[in-house]
């Protein structure tokens, strides 16, 4: 379980978010949606400790998360994040494997048992065929997947995930988040993940919260969150919903965006 008591946070004196309370119970996946700069990212870093919250708390199951040391966070959430530069000219299954530094002594050696770990992650994502590059010359997207591996091979119970999709062909967006779904599901593992496409939060979350300039503007599940209304308000755009069948929505903006006469 993860939660946030009254977290706040600025960057200097520019506050970029404001009184943030939410819980997210195991084998839940929790979309966070908000327009550019509402502060997703920066709430995805405080609840790893990449940044120290300015206010309030964040507690992993009712342990503050000031108490822990950098391992026990390490062993407890993994991330996956935004951007993935280039590093040294690895392997990929050799940066799969680095999720298992936590549990691993002091520069100790990672153990089959570790390479196994990593393989199956790769195999569970359909990457498997990836292992043997190099991590510098693969694309985006398959690097967005192998991160994704290196996650699920740390086997921690909580992982963040900011903006999983970006870089995504079609295909790939609707496995990745599958396989998260499915991830959540059979290890009930807690999952946080940033994203900016309605639809695909829509047809794959269990819960969303909506940030708007720093601030919770909704949180509840996703059927009843997932309003045109809500939308509306969120992203500043008259949305209307389709229905699609089973229960789910299409999200769309009401007028064409950008449209021109000619
Ligand atoms: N290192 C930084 N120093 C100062 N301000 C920052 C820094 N990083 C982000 N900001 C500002 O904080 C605000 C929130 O940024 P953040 O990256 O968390 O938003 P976001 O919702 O993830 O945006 P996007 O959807 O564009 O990725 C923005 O106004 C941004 O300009």
């Known amino acids: 379980m993860l939660s946030c ?17 939410f819980t997210v119970e195991k084998g839940r996946f929790c979309v966070v949606l908000g327009r550019n700069g509402s ?4 709430l995805i870093h405080c609840l790893n400790r990449i940044l120290h919250p300015t206010q309030g708390q964040v507690f992993i199951n009712d342990k503050d998360m000031t108490s822990l040391s950098r391992n026990e966070i390490a062993r407890t959430v993994s991330l996956v994040p935004q951007e993935h530069m280039e590093i040294f000219p690895f392997r990929v299954i050799d940066v799969v494997v680095m999720a298992r530094a936590p ?14 770990m990593a393989e199956d992650a ?26 994704l591996a290196r996650a699920i091979a740390q086997n921690a119970r909580i992982m963040l995930l900011d903006e999983p999709t970006n870089h995504l062909d079609f295909n790939n967006q609707y496995h990745l988040l599958s396989a998260i779904k499915e991830l959540c599901r059979s290890t009930d593992l807690c999952i946080v993940a940033s994203m900016h496409d309605p639809n695909l ?42 229905p699609i069948g089973d229960r789910k929505q299409l999200f ?4 064409k965006m950008g449209s021109s006469d000619t």
């Open 5 to 21: 008591r009254q977290l706040g946070f600025s960057y200097g004196a520019v506050p970029v978010l404001k009184d943030i309370c």
């Open 201 to 242: 939060a829509s047809l794959f979350a269990d819960e969303i919260i909506m940030l708007k300039n720093g601030r919770i503007l909704y949180h509840g599940p996703n059927q009843k969150v997932m309003t045109p209304q809500n939308i509306s308000a969120l992203y500043d755009v008259d949305t209307r919903a389709i």
């Open 252 to 255: 769309l903006p009401k007028q």
């Open 103 to 116: 549990f691993l002594g002091t520069a100790a050696a990672p153990k089959p048992g570790d390479y196994k």
């Open 122 to 147: 790769l195999k569970q994502l359909h990457a498997f065929h990836l292992a043997d590059k190099n991590f510098n010359r693969i694309s985006g997207g398959e690097r967005q997947i192998v991160l």
């Open 39 to 42: 502060g997703k990212t920066t």
